[in-house]
């Protein structure tokens, strides 16, 4: 096995392991594998067969390419002008998940006054949940209008004709949750 993946092997699944608070046979007993093998993947020295990373990626409950990849540092910074923007007529949108997170996307919207933005159905069965952070908003989702204030939230289905409008006089900042329906992969 490549050094630097062993070395990542190695820390994920002591991180992986210390993170669940578990010993190193109880981790073993779970995955279904000798103590000795855990042992030697946590230290480096095994050279794993497919079969007994696959047990440890599901002892651990994390997906096979977690175990390899360089491990993940305690937090990271992103800063704003390094997630992605996009802009709508006026509207901006502001993408919040910086990493990949399967199913899911969350949105900052700043609507300036008078502002409207049409949405775009999703997939079938997906989700949003839209919440009103400040000023006032109105979304139209199949012919039905709500008024949102700060705090408010609306959850409806995504995958309809949706639209969002500042009815207000002021700024309106709005977030959206958007949880797609399952793929069937």
């Not at 073993?28 to 946590?42: D, H, S, V």
């Not at 997906?126 to 700060?150: D, F, H, I, N, Q």
Request: one cysteine or more; a positive charge.
């Amino acid at each position: 096995m490549d050094e630097t993946i062993a070395d990542n092997l190695a820390s994920n699944v002591r991180q992986l392991r210390e993170a669940r608070g578990l010993s190193q046979a109880k981790m073993a007993q779970i995955a279904g594998i000798p103590r000795p093998t855990w042992t030697n993947l946590e230290s480096g020295a095994a050279n794993p067969t497919l079969a007994i990373l696959v047990k440890v990626a599901d002892a651990l409950q994390v997906r096979l390419e977690e175990l390899l990849a360089p491990p993940r540092t305690a937090a990271r910074l992103f800063p704003a002008h390094s997630l992605p923007k996009s802009i709508r007529g006026k509207v901006t949108i502001r993408k919040l998940l910086p990493e990949t997170v399967a199913g899911m996307e969350i949105e900052r919207m700043e609507l300036p006054v008078g502002a409207r933005m049409t949405g775009i159905p999703h997939t079938p069965g997906t989700r949003e949940y839209l919440t009103c952070e400040t000023g006032s908003l109105e979304l139209s989702v199949a012919g039905e209008r709500y008024a949102l204030t700060p705090g408010d939230v609306v959850v409806f289905r995504g995958d309809q004709k949706h639209g969002y409008r500042n009815t207000g006089s002021a700024l309106a900042v709005a977030y959206s949750v958007i949880a797609f329906a399952p793929t069937g992969t």
